[in-house]
T-cell receptor, first 117, second 116 residues
C-alpha cells in the first residue's frame, strides 16, 4: 500500500483559469475527504465522500468548487475561475472501517499546493 | 459544535528539554481527539489519538497525551526534545463514537522549534 497519493504536488495558475486536482486514496478506503490549508492555519474541512456519494459539503466550498468520486475510488477537486484567495494547500485524506470497529484514523496525502497569480 | 484551541502558535525548547504543546477542545458529544505533525510542504502524520479508552495515550516518536475531561484538555508532551521534532503540530477533534474518523476540526497549529 503506497498511501494516499495526490497530483500534482504543485500548481501555478493564472487568475481566472480552471484547475483540477486528483486524489488516489488508500485502496478499499470507503471514505475520502478534502481539506484546505492556508499559510499559518490548520486544515479546514471542505467535503467528503462515502464511496461515490458526496455526503457533506462545507460552506467554505463555493459554487466555483466541485468534487467528484465517480467510481468510489479516486477523486477530483476542480476550481473554476480561480481567484488569488484560492491559493492554499489542498489536502486529501481517506479512512475506512476496521473490521467491526469504527475507524478512527484518517490518512493524509502530501497535498497539492496551489498558487494563483 | 466542536472546536479546538491551541495555546501558543510558536514554542521553542532546547534539545533534551521537555516538550509541552497545549490543546483545549469544545465538544457537545464525547470527542475523539488527535495530534498530527506536519513537516514543511508535507501532509499530516498521525502522532496519537484518544478514542474513549485509556486517558493517557502513547504515540509515535516518544510523544504522549492525556485526556482530561474536567479541563477539556488534551496536551501533548515529550520528555526530551530532539532536533527532528521541529515541525508544526495540530490538535484535532471529531465527534465520537459514531463518526468513522476523517472529518476533523483542527486547531491553528503550534510550530515547535528545537534549539541545539
Amino acid at each position: 500500500d503506497t498511501g494516499v497519493s495526490q497530483n500534482p504536488r504543485h500548481k501555478i495558475t493564472k487568475r481566472g483559469q480552471n484547475v483540477t486536482f486528483r486524489c488516489d486514496p488508500i485502496s478499499e478506503h470507503n471514505r475520502l475527504y478534502w481539506y484546505r490549508q492556508t499559510l499559518g492555519q490548520g486544515p479546514e474541512f471542505l467535503t467528503y465522500f462515502q464511496n461515490e456519494a458526496q455526503l457533506e459539503k462545507s460552506r467554505l466550498l463555493s459554487d466555483r468548487f466541485s468534487a467528484e468520486r465517480p467510481k468510489g475510488s479516486f477523486s477530483t477537486l476542480e476550481i473554476q475561475r480561480t481567484e488569488q484567495g484560492d491559493s492554499a494547500m489542498y489536502l486529501c485524506a481517506s479512512s475506512a472501517p476496521t473490521g467491526g470497529r469504527m475507524n478512527t484514523e484518517a490518512f493524509f496525502g502530501q497535498g497539492t499546493r496551489l498558487t494563483v497569480v | 459544535a466542536q472546536s479546538v484551541t491551541q495555546l501558543g502558535s510558536h514554542v521553542s525548547v532546547s534539545e533534551g528539554a521537555l516538550v509541552l504543546l497545549r490543546c483545549n477542545y469544545s465538544s457537545s458529544v464525547p470527542p475523539y481527539l488527535f495530534w498530527y505533525v506536519q513537516y514543511p510542504n508535507q501532509g499530516l502524520q498521525l502522532l496519537l489519538k484518544y478514542t474513549s479508552a485509556a486517558t493517557l495515550v502513547k504515540g509515535i516518536n516518544g510523544f504522549e497525551a492525556e485526556f482530561k475531561k474536567s479541563e477539556t484538555s488534551f496536551h501533548l508532551t515529550k520528555p526530551s526534545a530532539h532536533m527532528s521534532d521541529a515541525a508544526e503540530y495540530f490538535c484535532a477533534v471529531t465527534p465520537g463514537p459514531y463518526n468513522q474518523g476523517g472529518k476533523l476540526i483542527f486547531g491553528q497549529g503550534t510550530e515547535l522549534s528545537v534549539k541545539p
